[in-house]
């Protein structure tokens, strides 16, 4: 008896045991068994508004093996960009799939972000658990607190310390943009000027305060508002900017005779101009700029076109460029991360300040209203600074 139930046991399957969770951890996050990776994410399947098609999902994530890299997101900012590409307006289209589960192809949001590796299979060369990362290119879908990738679609952050995840989930879009638009257009020197309109924006903060550490001076435009104009005046000022006016000073009639003041009688030369808002307004900033200069577009927050002037092409011969910091990412791998590096050092070093920021925690219990309201907002007036998902321990 005792021989056959010992040979009935031995045959029997071996069957892995399963794990134990608290009541506790169970609260805090979901755990499978065999080391594979909860993971949430904001996602759509179709282009709209925010609040009609963003929805939260949650899916598995096998662990890392092969060439895989397993990363977690530590912070995602929400930019217009995002917004717009969910809109299906933007010209960098997201990624849909059905890797994360669904029966129908869903892309996941967000563009910008930075995160931790914390798993990395045997044929990963240039990361590991640890490594700080951020996207090499626009619609990789960065509102979600799990991803699994290939490291070619990964930057290395090289020195993480004395950085913050929102200094470095920030740097790759708005402080690379201005930086590459001061460098890249214009043959500017010491003492020369430029313009800009959505000066408080994170690209125009961005060029301030790079323009003043490399001795470039700033004219600055804001939009008027009921109030605070005067308050966010200051604000850029301490920033670096020497001059701020609203959009409405800027089409007076007399501006171009305050420019003549502030440039002493048009010596110091005006050689770039940079617009993120489009329309006529655009039109009172080329006016300005000295011959042969060049104005940027980046943006076109107004919807509204960039009117070319004839005169200005004829006889100063304006130059009117186009930039979008994606495409130049993706021509651009060593210059891009040479100036994330650089930007980085110039934080670390306190040269280069944070942008204004809401934080929006999202942790694992953080309901898809209060997310999907955060994107939704972006788009509804006034903001004390730019949202930003900020992962708990999920």
């Known amino acids: 008896m005792a021989t056959k139930r010992a040979l009935k046991t031995a045959a029997r399957p071996l069957i892995p045991a399963t794990p134990r969770i608290s009541h506790t951890s169970l609260q805090c996050r979901a755990i499978s068994a065999y080391g594979y990776e909860q993971a949430k994410a904001l996602v759509f399947d179709s282009y709209g508004e925010p609040k009609d098609k963003l929805r939260l999902h949650g899916h598995s994530i096998s662990p890392a093996h092969s060439n895989k890299v397993t990363i977690r997101f530590l912070a995602s900012p929400i930019n217009p960009a995002d917004i717009n590409q969910l809109q299906g307006v933007y010209p960098s289209k997201p990624t849909f799939t059905t890797d994360l589960g669904t ?43 799990h991803a699994q990738t290939t490291e070619e679609h990964l930057l290395k952050i090289e020195d993480k310390s004395g950085i913050n995840a929102i200094q470095a989930g920030t740097v790759s879009i708005n402080p690379c943009t201005a930086y590459r638009m001061l460098k890249d257009f214009a043959t500017l020197k010491e003492g020369d000027w430029f313009i800009q309109n959505g000066a408080n924006s994170g690209v125009g903060r961005a060029a301030i305060q790079l323009g003043k550490l490399w001795g470039f001076k700033s004219i600055n435009v804001i939009r008027a508002r ?20 609203t959009d409405e000073e800027l089409q007076d009639r007399t501006f171009s005779e305050r420019v003549k003041e502030w440039t002493n009688g048009g010596r110091e030369k005006i050689r770039l101009g940079l617009n993120c808002v489009g329309g006529k307004p655009v039109n009172a900033m080329a006016k300005v700029l000295a011959s ?78 209060g997310l999907v309201d955060a994107v939704q907002g972006t788009l509804e007036g006034y903001r004390k600074g730019k949202g930003v998902f900020i992962f708990g321990k999920t």
């Open 226 to 245: 009921p109030e605070g104009s005067d308050a966010l005046k200051q604000e850029l000022q301490d920033l670096g900017a020497d001059v701020v006016v």
């Open 103 to 145: 029966p129908n192809p869903i892309a996941v949001g967000g563009n910008e972000g930075v995160a931790e590796v914390i798993s990395a299979g045997s044929g990963v060369k240039t990361l590991a658990k640890g490594d700080w990362v951020i996207m090499r290119a626009p619609g990789f879908g960065t509102w979600r607190t």
């Open 292 to 369: 042969e200069g060049h104005l940027v577009t980046y943006g076109a927050m107004s919807k509204q076109p960039v009117q070319l002037p004839t005169g200005l092409l004829i006889f100063k011969n304006i130059h009117f460029d186009g930039f979008w910091v994606s495409k130049w990412s993706e021509r651009n791998y060593e210059d891009k991360k040479n100036t994330v590096k650089h930007v980085l050092d110039l934080t670390r070093e306190g040269k280069f300040k944070d942008i204004p920021v809401q934080e929006v925690k999202w942790e694992w219990e953080t309901k898809q209203d």
